[in-house]
């Protein structure tokens, strides 16, 4: 089940074979025989790999809820035991995996030594999705869509600024404010929808009657800093994002105003998760450690905690 649904979710034996790390030829037996015991065809092969048949599409729905069962039930089993055991993803994305990711890593192997975790890394958006698929458990992500079957716990908000490049006259790699309308006459370089900060930022815009003017879309934040520091055009980030360059004077900072527009980032699980001793210890860890980076020396961001106090 667990393979069929790896291959179903990747559109492809090849990369759901990486993912799972057998050979090819083995997993395609494996789907065999599970075709063979179920006197149905699975998957409609094609150029670019194969697509679910109707007799797949309803056996990927009950499959999924079977294997979740399953590991809920193991779960539950072994927290019976003497010691915490079973298997964790957490899913981070590139900002907070540097500063998150080793400290999660230090803590379980010290206080779960049996349960084995999975690090994934990846934008808010495929975040988002990442736990609705239960490919995560639990994942750290900035500003998700409402939907009814997340559980979501804003931890702290931090403002978007203008950013742009070097200017004479400013002093610490910091402008003067600009007010959000001023920002309709100005050549945006922002992530391609449907991105987190994307959304966000065109949300904000619309509410007050701002009307952007995107020249680029760029999903790489290392690259649209780039091009923002030649001069390509202007972006919005927030300061932990691009504290460094500014503090080297390759980029000068601006706060945007009436109003701001802010940032929130979130631990976000499934609400039919909630009863995991091991995804609410999970969820108790990394609150705790993001209060700690969020009031700590080495934290550059520039924002408000609007968690709960661990």
């Not at 009950?62 to 927290?79: C, G, K, N």
Request: aromatic share 6%.
């Amino acid at each position: 089940m667990r393979s069929f649904i790896h291959v179903a979710r990747a559109g492809s034996f090849s990369r759901a074979a990486a993912e799972l790390f057998i050979a090819q030829p083995a997993l395609s037996r494996q789907i065999g025989k599970l075709e063979e015991e179920l006197g149905v065809t699975l998957f409609a092969r094609h150029g670019r790999g194969v697509k679910l048949t109707s007799a797949g599409a309803t056996l990927l729905e009950r499959a999924e809820l079977i294997t979740h069962f399953v590991r809920q039930t193991s779960e539950q089993v072994r927290a019976a035991g003497d010691s915490v055991s079973g298997h964790l993803s957490v899913g981070l994305p590139p900002a907070v995996m540097l500063s998150l990711g080793p400290a999660l890593v230090e803590r379980f192997r010290r206080d779960f030594p049996r349960v084995h975790l999975h690090l994934r890394e990846g934008l808010s958006v495929s975040l988002q999705e990442w736990v609705l698929d239960r490919r995560v458990d639990l994942a750290v992500m900035y500003n998700p869509a409402p939907l009814e079957a997340l559980e979501v716990q804003p931890v702290f908000s931090e403002s978007m600024l203008l950013v742009g490049p070097p200017e004479p006259g400013t002093v610490g790699g910091r402008g003067a404010p600009v007010r959000l309308h001023e920002l309709s006459g100005l050549p945006l370089i922002l992530p391609g929808a449907p991105h987190s900060n994307r959304r966000l930022v065109e949300q904000v815009a619309a509410e007050n009657g701002c009307r952007l003017r995107v020249v680029l879309e760029v999903d790489s934040v290392a690259l649209t800093k780039t091009l923002v520091s030649r001069g390509y055009g202007y972006s919005l980030f927030t300061y932990g994002a691009m504290h460094e360059e500014v503090a080297r004077g390759e980029l000068v900072v601006r706060p945007v105003e009436r109003p701001a527009i802010r940032s929130v980032l979130t631990i976000a699980t499934l609400r039919e998760r909630q009863s995991s001793q091991l995804v609410a210890e999970l969820r108790k860890l990394v609150h705790g450690k993001l209060h700690r980076i969020f009031h700590g020396d080495d934290w550059h961001g520039e924002g408000v905690w609007v968690g709960d106090v661990p």
